[in-house]
């Protein structure tokens, strides 16, 4: 079944999990949604399409609600328990599949955030795709170094992350050694990619099948 409880450092964490049909060996992504003060849930439709394509890609995909979100309990707590949420579903996931052989993390908007600061607790985690992310509203510096390779892509319309905010980024997280940093503009496109959906998922499909091919950190 795709809808599953799990725990959570707060309570119960609500999410949606799909396997693939395998040994427990695929490789595995969790998906995290914009912040909740401003409405957003894992079924916000970048997060949705972006689940599918991992899961069509052979990945076994986990999104889920942060705390105080549909049937998750707990309230919002200004990322500081967004990040032990999203650990706590990270492991749920890696024991749904304990044999996987690579682990990402996408995220959108302040999930993006979320994303990179899993990304520096976790050191399995071999890849990200981080989506408009909030440059503008969070400090990122601590990427220092960034552990790992990935994508950040952003719309150049956009009115809520400025476009040269997720560039500025981009060129920092560039300058660090041993790992590859991709920045990739939709344009026309504003923060929710209306219009450029199809094109963003496509730009992710082709750098994540990219990656997976060169099996590279």
Not at 155 to 162: L, N, T
């Amino acid at each position: 079944m795709p809808e599953v409880i799990f725990p959570g450092p707060e309570g119960r964490l609500e999410g949606r999990f799909h396997p693939q049909n395998d040994n427990g060996d695929s490789p595995i992504a969790i998906l995290l949604h914009p912040q909740s003060n401003f409405g957003g849930t894992m079924n916000n439709k970048v997060v949705y399409n972006l689940h599918y394509t991992f899961l069509n890609l052979g990945f076994s995909c986990l999104r889920f609600n942060f705390r105080g979100v549909g049937r998750s309990q707990g309230e919002f707590d200004n990322g500081i328990g967004e990040l032990s949420d999203a650990a706590a579903a990270l492991d749920f996931l890696q024991s749904q599949v304990p044999n996987s052989n690579s682990c990402w993390v996408a995220g959108f908007s302040f999930g993006a955030w979320i994303g990179m600061q899993l990304l520096m607790r976790r050191p399995e985690v071999t890849g990200f795709v981080s989506v408009s992310p909030p440059a503008n509203n969070y400090d990122f510096s601590f990427l220092a170094p960034c552990p790992a390779s990935g994508l950040l892509i952003n719309g150049s319309a956009d009115k809520v992350v400025p476009p040269n905010d997720v560039t500025a980024l981009s060129e920092k997280l560039k300058q660090q050694k041993g790992i590859t940093i991709t920045h990739k503009s939709i344009e026309g496109s504003n923060h929710f990619f209306e219009p450029g959906m199809n094109e963003m998922l496509s730009t992710v499909e082709t750098y994540v099948k990219k990656r997976l091919t060169e099996n590279t950190r």
